[in-house]
């Protein structure tokens, strides 16, 4: 379907990847590269985001691609130096239901993926990397065995994701290394669905949705470094296609690693969670000798009647307010798209 121009609405001040992007053009702006399902080659159109980015010069230059409505299938890696935004048409880029660009690729481990992050449909690979409006589907489904299923791989320092859904079941989300916010998106899962070892992450304004029995969270700290996951003023709701066994057996997480440390802030819980609300890693590994899983603040049906674990913290209005992007991203403001914070 042919959409009117007057539709056309993008935020960019400018060609900088960095800057911050506003409603203001009915065209991508100017020196965008162009994806689109009817892209004509001769204009320097690509039809594929893969070969799109593939395509961006080697070099420091910051870069914009601007993706028209449609379904494209394959994995996408980017890993050149130079700053990258990857905007996906909509006519409201502040409400996720919007997106109309849908990226989808189907693996896992159990398909010979050689590690987690290789079974990513969209890997970032490099620093600087701005995804807005894109909707990330790993297709992968359910296994009972090597269903590590990621959607987005984040290997990179300075990633800001805004506005964006990402769908897998098993391991959707991996921010991994680097600092990382995640803004005003929506994010489903059932087991371990938002997991990493090293990142410093930043989550608000975000609808975190379990499809299935499992944990939200699966922090991999190691080591008593700086790596954290603070969320503030999330949603955390069942899935709409949830399956039956969702009910009484969601955690907002437990430890991948000794070190873990995610802190939920002001969340409304409005999933059927397990009583205990997190969890032990598995029985006999338990791995809570050093974490820190934390709360303020947390309200809705999910919550009532909790029994938290002894290994969980309840922190006062004080020990929240330590807990903030200024106070763990101190350089956000600049590269974080401010148009995007509650």
Known sequence: MQIPLIQLFIWASCIQASSFRHVQSISPPTGSVIVRPDAQPAMGEFSNLGDAVNALPADSSSQVVFVYPGLYVGQVNVSRPGPVTIM??????????????????????????????????LRLLSNNISLYNLDIRNDFGVALTNGQAIALSVQADQVGVYGCRLFSYQDTLYTNVGNNVF?????????????????????????????????????????????????????????SDAF??????????????????????????????????????????????????????????????????????????DEAAQYTLPSIIPNWGDWVDSGFLL
């Open 88 to 121: 996906g048409f909509t006519p409201n880029p502040l409400d996720f239901t919007n997106n109309t660009v849908v990226l989808v690729h189907n693996a896992s481990l159990a398909t010979g993926a050689l590690s987690d992050d290789l079974t990513g449909t």
């Open 183 to 239: 803004l005003r998106s929506y994010i489903e899962g059932a087991v371990d669905f938002i997991f990493g070892r090293h990142s410093i992450a930043y989550f608000e304004g975000n609808t975190i949705a379990s499809r299935g029995a499992g944990c939200v969270t699966a922090s991999g700290r190691e080591l008593n470094d700086t790596g954290i996951y603070v969320f503030d003023h999330n949603k955390i709701v069942a899935a």
């Open 244 to 317: 039956p066994n969702v009910t009484g057996n969601v955690f907002l997480g437990r430890p991948w690693g000794d070190f873990a440390r995610v802190v939920m802030k002001n969340t409304d819980i409005e999933a059927p969670m397990n009583k205990t609300i997190w969890s032990i890693w598995n029985p006999g590994d338990e791995r809570i000798d050093f974490i820190l899983f934390a709360e303020f603040n947390s309200s809705g049906p999910g919550v009532e009647n909790a029994n938290r674990p002894n290994f969980s913290t309840i922190l006062t209005g």
